[in-house]
């Protein structure tokens, strides 16, 4: 009988603990982060829930891509005659479409649309930037891809119709960012400049469940992640820093670990959890870097920099860069700060020097 008690006082106190943990919804968390500022008109709220929403429905057709047969190009048909569509456009649709109805984002820029996306609310105060399924290359072998949004409120809003200019503000600007995996779970990251929370989704609830508040990058990681195919035509500053990583390391006794998915959130995810480097530099191929500024590089920098991690070109901080287009291409450094400041100095050390 005392056993029964005990275990059963423990039980019920082991749930208590886990309801206040596990159960705070991402809709839950946003109304009471949202609470703790008096003025707030919730329009911002509403449209990080119209983002967790639509990655929801993203998650549930990546998870039956293979089933369903939705992946493909455009124009093909599946077995029910229906149209395939690539589950890339899937996304910036769900996504663009979650952002309309609620009517207070004016324009959107994405990777899969050329120009920018005027929506039907002209008069609604936030601009969004949105790689609606990133890693796509990774689509069709079942290896993790992401969702990134980056928000800014449009500013000066004399103008009735908004113009691509009024999108093109610096990083630092960002009201909020954050990123969705659609990996072994589906995870959300955010941050509104007050830290980076995590969430997961609960499939059998349809429900993101916080997981993490306030979440810290690692200072020094021992893991680098970058596409090394590309060695011949770095820099050899960076040639010299990956050599470094490959060496023996007298905290360690061993040489940093090479992790590389090639879906830029997974990998940036993995930094931010256990710390270490993500590299996108510059190359023969990629003269300014492949990865985009806008809808990339400067939504992840803020979350990385709200974690304590710093982002930079190589040359400045990422989110202090004035854009000049909506879909231009930086390179990044982006991690944990003592990482990110030790291939500073093997660029700085050699810049001078040919490669
Ligand atoms: P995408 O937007 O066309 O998917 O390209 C971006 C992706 C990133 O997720 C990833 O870091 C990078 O491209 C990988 O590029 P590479 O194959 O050149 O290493
Ligand atoms: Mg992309």
């Known amino acids: 009988m005392y056993i029964y008690q005990k275990s059963a006082s423990n039980y019920f106190a082991?749930?208590?603990?886990?309801?206040?943990?596990?159960?705070?919804?991402?809709?839950?968390?946003?109304i009471q982060a949202q609470n703790r500022f008096p003025g707030a008109t919730?329009?911002?709220?509403?449209?990080?829930?119209?983002?967790?929403?639509?990655?929801?429905?993203?998650?549930?057709?990546?998870?039956?891509?293979?089933?369903?047969?939705?992946?493909?190009?455009?124009?093909?048909?599946?077995?029910?005659g229906e149209a395939v569509k690539r589950l890339d456009l899937f996304a910036d649709?769900?996504?663009?479409?979650?952002?309309?109805?609620?009517?207070?984002?004016?324009?959107?820029?994405?990777?899969?649309?050329?120009?920018?996306?005027r929506l039907r609310s002209q008069g609604g105060k936030y601009i969004v930037y949105l790689d609606p399924l990133d890693g796509s290359s990774n689509i069709d072998v079942n290896v993790s891809i992401g969702s990134i949004f980056s928000i800014y409120m449009r500013e000066p809003r004399y103008e009735p119709t908004v113009k691509e200019e009024d999108a093109?503000?610096?990083g630092v600007r960002q009201v909020a960012a954050g990123y969705v995996l659609y990996g072994s779970s589906t995870t959300l990251a955010y941050t509104t400049g007050l830290g980076v929370s995590l969430f997961t989704l609960d499939p059998s609830i349809g429900e993101y469940i916080l997981?993490?508040?306030?979440?810290?990058?690692?200072?020094?990681g021992t893991i680098y992640s970058i596409n090394e195919g590309s060695?011949?035509?770095?820099?050899?500053?960076?040639?010299?820093?990956?050599?470094?990583?490959?060496?023996?390391?007298?905290e360690t006794k061993r040489p940093y670990s090479a992790r590389y998915i090639g879906s830029m959130v997974a990998d940036i995810h993995r930094t931010l959890i256990?710390?270490?480097?993500?590299?996108?530099?510059?190359?023969?191929?990629?003269?300014?870097?492949?990865?985009?500024?806008?809808?990339?590089?400067?939504?992840l920098s803020f979350i990385i920099e709200q974690a304590g991690g710093k982002a930079t070109n190589g040359e400045r901080r990422i989110m202090e860069i004035e854009p000049l287009a909506i879909h231009e291409r930086t390179p990044i450094y982006?991690?944990?700060?003592?990482?990110?400041?030790?291939?500073?100095?093997?660029?700085?050390?050699?810049?001078?020097?040919?490669?």
């Not at 709220?45 to 369903?68: M, P, Y």
């Not at 997981?211 to 020094?220: A, E």
């Not at 190359?283 to 939504?299: A, D, I, V």
């Open 93 to 117: 649709e769900q996504l663009i479409s979650a952002l309309e109805r609620s009517q207070i984002t004016c324009m959107v820029i994405s990777e899969e649309n050329d120009g920018i996306v």
């Open 42 to 80: 919730g329009e911002l709220s509403q449209l990080l829930r119209d983002i967790g929403l639509a990655s929801k429905i993203i998650s549930r057709e990546v998870n039956k891509a293979g089933i369903t047969n939705i992946l493909g190009n455009d124009g093909t048909t599946n077995i029910h």
């Open 211 to 220: 997981t993490k508040r306030k979440i810290t990058i690692p200072t020094k």
């Open 231 to 250: 060695y011949n035509s770095w820099d050899l500053g960076l040639k010299k820093y990956i050599k470094y990583c490959q060496e023996e390391h007298a």
């Open 334 to 355: 982006i991690g944990s700060p003592e990482n990110v400041d030790r291939v500073m100095e093997f660029l700085y050390e050699y810049q001078e020097q040919a490669v």
């Open 168 to 170: 093109l503000q610096p």
């Open 274 to 299: 256990k710390g270490g480097i993500f590299i996108y530099p510059h190359s023969k191929r990629y003269p300014k870097g492949k990865l985009r500024l806008m809808y990339e590089c400067n939504p």
């Open 14 to 30: 082991d749930m208590t603990n886990s309801l206040d943990e596990r159960l705070v919804t991402l809709e839950e968390f946003i």
